[in-house]
């Protein structure tokens, strides 16, 4: 059974600092790797995909790496800004034809001015 | 990607009643799937919706329950029966495409808080 695992929980940092979210999972055998972002009481937002054959994905300031190997993924965020306060989630697709996601709890972010 | 409209987007119920959720998706879609977010949990799905065949639920999760309907390729609703506290949480619809057709695009969410 898919278990993923986010860390830290929640993270506190002053605005313009760099950060790193980690996701890591239990079963390597994914199709794909999706980050989100959830603002409070709201839906998802869809951030960056990476699919099982790559390594990383960019998009603006969030780069996105996948280590299928050994289970992880991380979230790096540039010169954060107050407005990237969210709770990021992380999700995997396995394989064998499941379009379930299987989700982590989260990383709460707080970037303050 | 495909855009969704999710309506109630939160609702305040008595216990023993029943809320529908409904979903719309600005183009067809074979699945629709729609997941729990309980406070403080990660999301969790509860079922598959296709059109034109019975919904298919995760372990924990019932048709009595939770029914599904699926009229037709672009609409989908849930209905949370017999509502007791333990059912307040976020509610979401999800449909396949996004990010290349790869990923998944999700619906605002609905809110529900049961008293």
């Known amino acids: 059974k898919q278990e993923v695992t986010q860390i830290p929980a929640a993270l506190s940092v002053p605005e313009g600092e760099n950060l790193v979210l980690n996701c890591s999972f239990t079963d390597s055998a994914i199709y794909n790797l999706q980050w989100f972002r959830q603002d409070p009481g709201k839906g998802l937002t869809s951030l960056l995909l990476i699919q099982s054959s790559q390594r990383e994905q960019t998009s603006g300031r969030l780069n996105a790496s996948l280590d299928k190997s050994s289970g992880r993924s991380t979230l790096y965020i540039a010169a954060s800004q107050p407005g990237d306060s969210a709770t990021y989630l992380c999700a995997v697709r396995t394989q064998g034809g499941s379009e379930k996601l299987v989700f982590g709890k989260g990383t709460k972010l707080t970037v303050n001015p | 990607s495909a855009v969704i409209s999710q309506k109630p987007s939160r609702d305040i119920c008595q216990r023993g009643t029943s809320l529908t959720i409904q979903c719309q998706v600005d183009s067809q879609v074979t699945m629709m799937f729609w997941y729990r977010q309980q406070p403080g949990q990660s999301l969790t799905l509860i079922a598959t919706?296709?059109?034109?065949?019975?919904?298919?639920?995760e372990s924990g999760f019932v048709i009595d329950k939770f029914p599904i309907s699926r009229p037709n390729l672009t609409f989908s609703t849930l209905t949370v029966s017999n509502m007791s506290p333990e059912d307040s949480s976020i509610y979401l619809c999800?449909?396949?495409?996004?990010?290349?057709?790869?990923?998944?695009?999700f619906g605002s969410g609905t809110r529900l808080t049961v008293v």
């Open positions: 919706a296709n059109q034109g065949s019975e919904a298919t639920y």
């Open positions: 999800s449909v396949p495409g996004g990010d290349g057709d790869y990923g998944y695009t």
